[in-house]
């Protein structure tokens, strides 16, 4: 924790410290009014694990990233000052988020083992659905920036995900969502580069197949995980 801390001071001034710590105490406390304290930050933390893994990959590539952003009931971002300046780079930052992410939630999950905590379970539970979700293969999500170093045909099994989820779970934000990632499959289905995309999409055999195994393996430990671990609980969660 002091690391980390240490990390947030190094890589921003103090206003913008203060002002992502700010945006996290006010989700906390919106999240404590609906769901008391203890979710709340649990489900905080998780959401800053996740966000750190993205500011991390990106200063590992020397990319300027701002600090994690909280916005309640909507989770939480990292800004890239800098644009990725091929796919290779882009899908290492996206892979970032869900990675440590996930760390996170099989910490929770161990927390869970070691003192029979019921809550912890349920956050180990919420840490790989959000996980797990943010690894769909479409944009805006990450495993759409992860796929597109893969296929972005890829692109075409998350629009089916997307639709599916937005039909049984109608809200604004996943409206939002449906309306960000309509270009990019209409995108995926044209098929279509110009010269500067192409170049940008220029990744090795190995590069693709790492990444393909990488998101796949991802995606079913998070599947695998979140499943037993619903198995557990007396009623379905998250």
Not at 139 to 146: L, R, S, T, V
Request: hydrophobic fraction near 55%; charge should be neutral; proline fraction near 5%.
């Amino acid at each position: 924790m002091i690391k980390l801390l240490l990390l947030l001071l190094k890589g921003a001034s103090f206003g913008k410290f203060f002002l992502s710590g700010g945006t996290m105490l006010l989700s906390m406390g919106l999240y404590a009014w609906t769901f008391g304290w203890p979710f709340a930050v649990g489900l905080v933390a998780l959401l800053l694990i996740h966000e750190m893994g993205h500011y991390i990959a990106a200063k590992q590539k020397g990319l300027d990233v701002g600090l994690p952003m909280f916005m309640p009931f909507m989770g939480a971002w990292v800004s890239l000052k800098d644009i990725p300046h091929n796919a290779e780079t882009d899908a290492y930052v996206g892979m970032g988020g869900p990675l440590l992410g996930t760390l996170g939630a099989v910490g929770f999950f161990y927390a869970a083992r070691n003192t029979g905590s019921q809550l912890l379970l349920v956050l180990a539970s919420t840490g790989c659905f959000i996980n797990l979700v943010n690894l769909i293969p479409l944009k805006p999500f990450d495993g759409g920036h992860i796929t597109a170093v893969v296929s972005r045909k890829m692109w075409l099994i998350g629009a089916p995900v997307l639709t599916v989820w937005f039909l049984n779970n109608p809200s604004p934000l996943l409206f939002f969502i449906v309306i960000l990632a309509i270009p990019h499959v209409w995108h995926a289905m044209r098929g279509q580069e110009t010269d500067e995309e192409r170049a940008y999409h220029i990744a090795s055999m190995e590069t693709r197949i790492a990444y393909a195994v990488a998101y796949f393996g991802l995606v079913i430990f998070l599947a695998m995980m979140w499943y037993s671990i619903q198995q557990e609980l007396p009623q379905r969660s998250l």
